[in-house]
């Protein structure tokens, strides 16, 4: 009757987390006074980008790319997938909530935001091989600003006169692929990639309701989607001595020019004029993107690891890349190292002792350029995977704490602790009935 029960409570689970998921997917950015994301930053481009990653990754500085481990999916990495149980079927569901605290020289603001952080499932194919397919944002847009007109005489002829921008948005990635394992040493992964999504950009000029003038609406609706591709390779060198082992990983994904509608606008009070409409080819062009990472670790104890990832959003292009005057594209590079620590994962006395302990830290030049300075970010990490039920099942948590940004340069400042929160099911369809 255990087994039964247990299975039950794991397929409801699943049910659950399918119906979040597809409940978060519609409802984000659909309201600007509640925005689904938030950042001043996300102004530009493609908007705010998220890091890849579960809990696991982040707790860790979000390191991915030389990482093994078979209690976990890590789809950081495609090749990673064949250090997983071969004859297991495993399941990850992630949520995070994000507190983020704004400063400029002028004013202070705070946000609070609750997503979808990912969905992941991955099984066996055959022997040393293994199938994955998931969902994960990509990007957020989510910004508001409103200022006042000062100017004496323009108020004095004009009225009360309020300009407004806005933002809402998501891109997602839907990706599936698999990974293959050669020689026992070389694990090689593949990933097709499907985004898709929108961006609202809005920019308003609103009069005083006794005003002769007309409120004046302007900005653009654009609706993306495009394919692309990322490649993974991991090498594992055994070490017999003290049962350890040293993994290299590289990942290579395709920049891809996206496909969409894009419709501009203009509208004055009750008149709209529609004066571009754009439908096809759009003009915008994700970046490419490589990162090399390595890992250390001895045996189920401890393992430590670090990344380095470059994204070359300098050939990319962007819809509103002619809007803004003080905005260039750079290279993204993101520097990132952690480790984690299980005091006896066998255990069957002190269940703290067979908690996996992390901890990481990160380093980020954004592909953000506001007035010839890098918007930079850094931050600490740490985290754990509290057992479940049985074998690798486990909840994990992350705690994400850093900046974006400075005072300096006429920048806003973005201070932020980020909760994240997955968990991972292992073998929960091929638990069999019995009745007692």
């Not at 987390?17 to 600007?32: E, K, P, T």
């Not at 930053?41 to 982040?58: Q, R, T």
Request: glycine share 8%; charged share 15%.
């Amino acid at each position: 009757m255990y087994k039964v029960e247990k299975t039950l409570l794991c397929r409801t689970v699943f049910a659950v987390v399918l119906l979040a998921v597809f409940s978060a997917v519609q409802l984000r950015g659909q309201n600007i006074d509640a925005l689904s994301s938030y950042s001043p930053y996300s102004l530009f481009g493609v908007g705010k980008m998220f890091n890849e990653g579960s809990a696991y990754n982040y707790s860790m500085g979000g390191i991915g790319i030389g990482m093994r481990d078979n209690r976990v999916i890590n789809f950081v990495n495609p090749a990673s997938i064949t250090a997983r149980d071969t004859l297991a079927f495993m399941f990850d569901f992630g949520i995070n909530e994000k507190n983020q605290y704004f400063n400029d020289s002028h004013t202070k603001s705070a946000y609070n935001i609750f997503n979808m952080q990912n969905i992941a499932f991955t099984f066996p194919i055959y022997k040393s091989s293994a199938f994955i397919v998931g969902i994960a944002p990509f990007s957020d847009v989510g910004y508001k600003f409103q200022s006042t007109e000062t100017g004496t005489d323009m108020v004095a002829d004009m009225g009360d006169i309020k300009y407004q921008q806005y933002g809402t948005g998501s891109i997602y990635q839907l990706f599936f692929g698999g990974a293959v394992m050669f020689f026992d040493r070389i694990s090689i992964g593949a990933q097709a990639i499907y985004y898709f999504g929108y961006m609202n950009k809005h920019n308003d000029i609103l009069f005083n309701s006794s005003s002769s003038y007309s409120t004046v609406l302007t900005g653009y609706d654009f609706k993306v989607h495009g394919f692309s591709g990322k490649f993974g390779l991991q090498y594992i060198q055994p070490f017999e001595k003290n049962n350890s082992q040293l993994v290299i990983g590289g990942t290579y994904r395709l920049g891809t020019d996206m496909r969409g509608d894009i419709a501009r606008y203009a509208y004055a009070s009750s008149d709209t004029i529609m004066y571009n409409n754009v439908s096809g080819s759009s003009p915008l062009r994700i970046a490419d993107e490589y990162g090399v990472g390595l890992s250390y670790r001895v045996n189920s104890k401890w393992a430590v690891g670090a990344d380095f990832i470059q994204q070359n959003w300098h050939k990319a292009s962007f819809p509103d890349q002619n809007m803004f005057s003080n905005f260039s594209a750079s290279a993204a590079r993101y520097y990132k190292a952690g480790f984690e620590i299980t005091p006896n994962m066998y255990d069957i006395r002190y269940y703290m002792k067979r908690v996996t302990y992390r901890a990481g830290a990160y380093y980020e030049q954004s592909y953000v350029k506001v007035n010839g300075h890098q918007v930079n970010a850094f931050g600490i990490t740490f985290g754990a995977s509290f057992p479940i039920f049985r074998w690798h099942n486990a909840v994990s948590v992350a705690v994400d704490i850093g900046q974006r940004g400075t005072l300096r340069h006429n920048l806003v400042r973005e201070r932020y602790v980020n909760f994240i929160v997955n968990i991972n099911l292992h073998d929960v369809w091929f638990v069999k009935y019995r009745y007692d």
